[in-house]
């Protein structure tokens, strides 16, 4: 059964039980509860793979001075194990990273300003390093200042769409205050500006050498058309 549902695109996690009038660590009802704090549970995710749903709620004893859960009380948490889709799995992994960011920072806003963006969070949204994202950003001439979008922003939302596969109506949850139709425009835009600026160095045959497509001839158009080795032959297939 598990393996079926995995095959369908669904993962497993433990979730904590949960109920708007008792703390949901202790079951302690009649007592002043508290929101559970969103730090706490994104910590939960990112260190014990466990769903806290946030309207659960909590009592103060299981709170430190900081106002997050203690970190011993996470043993205490009962929990049952639930299906989820994968990629509701990878939003909740995302935002349990984003925790770490200055609030009402989203996770592309920080390619804004590269002299902060750490190497780990660059890692994580786009698989390059810091000086790899810059080598990349600083063939993107043409990118529109006027258009009002950062572009390093636009080039973190690109690869983390293109690496996590995820929907383009989650990639706009993920960045906030934006609909699926302006996720789906920044994508465009972005296509063709990597289009014009970036892959005619490295792609099309102005970039390769004739000995190149000398190596990729087979033998058969040369014996039939009894050419030399030196000649060669291009092939237009209406
Ligand atoms: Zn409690």
Redo the contacts with the bound molecule.
């Keep these: 059964m598990d393996q079926e549902e995995e095959r369908r695109g669904f993962t497993i996690l433990k979730t904590a039980h949960s109920n708007h009038r008792k703390?949901f660590?202790?079951n302690?009802a009649n007592i002043r509860l508290y929101k559970t704090p969103k730090k706490s549970i994104a910590f939960a995710f990112k260190y014990f793979e466990m769903v806290i749903k946030s309207h659960a709620r909590?009592?103060g004893?299981?709170l430190d001075s900081n106002i997050e859960i203690k970190e011993t009380d996470y043993d205490l948490i009962v929990t049952t194990r639930k299906y989820y889709t994968n990629e509701t799995v990878a939003l909740f992994r995302t935002l349990s990273e984003y925790v770490k960011f200055p609030e009402n920072q989203t996770i592309f806003e920080a390619f804004n300003n590269l002299d902060t963006l750490t190497e780990s969070h660059c890692k994580l949204i786009t698989s390059w390093s810091v000086d790899e994202f810059i080598r990349f950003s600083n063939f993107l001439t043409s990118w529109k200042k006027s258009q009002g979008r950062q572009k390093n922003e636009i080039i973190a939302l690109y690869r983390y769409y293109m690496k996590k596969g995820l929907t383009q109506a989650t990639i706009a949850i993920l960045r906030g205050n934006t609909t699926q139709r302006q996720v789906s425009r920044y994508l465009e835009q972005m296509r063709i500006c990597i289009y014009d600026d970036f892959v005619p160095y490295f792609l099309g045959i102005v970039n390769r050498p004739r000995e190149f497509f000398l190596g990729h001839q087979t033998p058969t158009c040369r014996i039939i058309f009894d050419f030399d080795d030196d000649t060669l032959v291009i092939c237009a297939d209406g």
Aim: aromatic share 0%; hydrophobic share 40%; proline share 0%.
């Design positions: 703390c660590i202790c302690a909590v009592c004893r299981h």
